[in-house]
Each structure stands twice: as structure tokens, then as C-alpha cells.
């Protein structure tokens, strides 16, 4: 599994999906079942517009565990270095 180091990458409110590089990861939490899931940048470029503030894929996301599709947690994060 991904080592997994947690940063800010600007203000989320302000950061957009291209502002992303390919060693940052973003965790998504549910917040009603707790389940976790990490998404690689390049999943999300793939099917969504590079210009889409990181804030608003909470609305675009949904559980793969429960539905839920509200309320979702959103946490920037890079690959650890060796």
C-alpha cells in the first residue's frame, strides 16, 4: 500500500484539479460508513474538467460502500519519499 503524506495544497476552496501533479493523491472519507478510498489524480483528469475546484468534487463523488453521496471528506495528499 501507498505511503500516503498529508499537505495543503493551497486553499481548497481555490485549488483546481490541474493543480494537481501525478505524486499527489486525494483521500475521500464518507462520512457515514467511515470508508476510505484514495484517488489518483490522473483517474479524476480522465473524467473530469482540469479547471474543477477540488472543493466542488464532493458533490461529484459518491461511496462505493454505502451511496451516500453527501457530505463527502476531501484530503490532499502526496507519496512519501524513500
Do not use: F
Not at 499527489?24 to 490522473?42: D, G, L, S, T
Amino acid at each position: 500500500m501507498e505511503q500516503i503524506e498529508n499537505i495543503a495544497v493551497g486553499l481548497r476552496k481555490t485549488a483546481r484539479l490541474e493543480d494537481l501533479r501525478k505524486w499527489h493523491r486525494v483521500e475521500v472519507i464518507c462520512p457515514k460508513c467511515r470508508h476510505r478510498a484514495v484517488i489518483n489524480p490522473k483517474d479524476l483528469w480522465a473524467r473530469l474538467p482540469g479547471r474543477m475546484r477540488i472543493a466542488e468534487l464532493g458533490y461529484k463523488l459518491r461511496c462505493t460502500a454505502c451511496g451516500n453521496r453527501h457530505g463527502i471528506d476531501i484530503g490532499i495528499g502526496r507519496l512519501k519519499r524513500d
